[in-house]
């Protein structure tokens, strides 16, 4: 038998779902998808600047880097992870040194990662606010639904 997770050995029947940040799934996703870019990227660096960088350092460098993306999204829910996301934008923009287009590339995800953080910290407080003012209907009203 799998072994259960914390969450599920505390579930207990009528437990309300534990909802999720909409501004972590934003950022996890443009940080995903920056790992993929970086991976590719890397590959293209490879075949282009072999000669000028030893292979070893530009696959090390930009394997290291894409895996450094994939373990933020774990971490984006802790205080520190959107901070390590900034960083890792700024990293990104920096790769145009060794590939000048990346310079573009970086900015258009560091504008996606802020809209994407903006963005999802806007819905997250409307969602919150929208489950107060349920929550406070129900009390007031009792949980019980309407009849049809």
């Not at 489950?131 to 009792?142: T, Y």
Request: glycine residues 8%; positive net charge.
């Amino acid at each position: 038998m799998a072994k259960l997770t914390k969450a599920q050995r505390e579930w207990r029947p009528g437990m309300p779902k534990k909802r999720r940040s909409t501004k972590v799934m934003f950022a996890s996703t443009v940080l995903l998808l920056e790992a993929f870019v970086v991976f590719f990227a890397t590959l293209a660096v490879f075949g282009l600047r072999r000669g000028e960088f030893p292979p070893a350092l530009i696959l090390g460098i930009g394997i290291a880097l894409s895996l450094v993306m994939v373990f933020a999204c774990a971490v984006l829910s802790k205080p520190w992870g959107v901070a390590l996301g900034w960083i890792l934008q700024v990293v990104l923009i920096f790769t145009g040194i060794f590939e000048p287009m990346m310079y573009l590339v970086g900015a258009l995800f560091g504008l996606a990662w802020w809209y994407g953080i903006r963005t999802g910290i806007r819905i997250d407080t409307e969602s919150a606010q929208r489950e107060r003012e349920q929550a406070e209907w129900n009390a007031a009203h009792g949980d019980t639904p309407p009849a049809s």
